[in-house]
């Protein structure tokens, strides 16, 4: 895509990072109706916090992140790193020793142009050059998980009514090559 580079993020950036971490948590529990959930909303927002910090204190080791950025500004991000408790307790331990997929933000402008699409292939072949060949990921947000099952069918585990009537929690299971085959270039629409 013209003019949109994905590149690590600099530690000289992390106000703007956790800014844009605020805004994109913010947008994302408005439009899955539940930005009443204030508490959960600041567990996240700390977590995603913590989680670029122990990329910048790791080097990109315990935790990594790719940026997308369009003329210097942030508009993507995506991160890998160990799967998380939630994911663990709810598979009886299955992907304990799994690297993980964690939460995908594009911008709402920028949102339906490609940019999750070019992040995905850009994390994948990261994981392949690191040799790893299947990830795992989890989501709880309604509208991520009709992205996910569109692109990977359905989860390998679904927990019905998981954090309340009608909210429901899927865990799904990624080989990194085939992967790699479904968001490739040619998917990213200009």
């Known amino acids: 895509m013209k003019d949109i580079t994905i590149r690590r993020p600099g530690i000289e950036e992390r106000e703007s990072i956790h800014t844009f971490f605020e805004e994109m948590l ?14 959960l909303l600041q567990e996240e927002i700390l977590d995603k916090k913590r989680y670029i910090a ?3 204190e790791t080097e990109g ?20 790193g ?13 992907f304990k020793d799994m690297l993980e997929i964690g939460t995908v933000f594009v911008r709402p402008d920028w949102q339906k142009r490609g940019i999750s699409v070019l992040l995905m292939y850009s994390l994948f072949e990261e994981l392949k050059e690191k040799r790893v060949e299947e990830v795992c990921f989890d989501s709880g947000y309604k509208i991520a998980q009709g992205i996910w099952c569109k692109r990977f069918g359905s989860p390998a585990y679904y927990l019905e009514n ?10 799904w299971r990624v080989k990194v090559k085939e992967a790699l085959v479904r968001f490739a270039p040619k998917a990213v629409e200009p």
Request: charged fraction near 30%.
């Open 82 to 94: 160990p799967s998380n408790d939630l994911l663990n307790s709810c598979t009886g331990g299955e």
């Open 26 to 39: 913010v947008d994302t529990f408005e439009k899955n109706n539940v930005s009443d959930m204030k508490e």
């Open 162 to 171: 998981y954090w309340g009537e009608g909210f429901h929690h899927m865990v």
């Open 61 to 80: 080791e315990e935790r990594f992140f790719l940026l997308a950025e369009h003329k210097g500004e942030i508009i993507g991000s995506i991160e890998y």
């Open 54 to 56: 122990q990329d910048f």
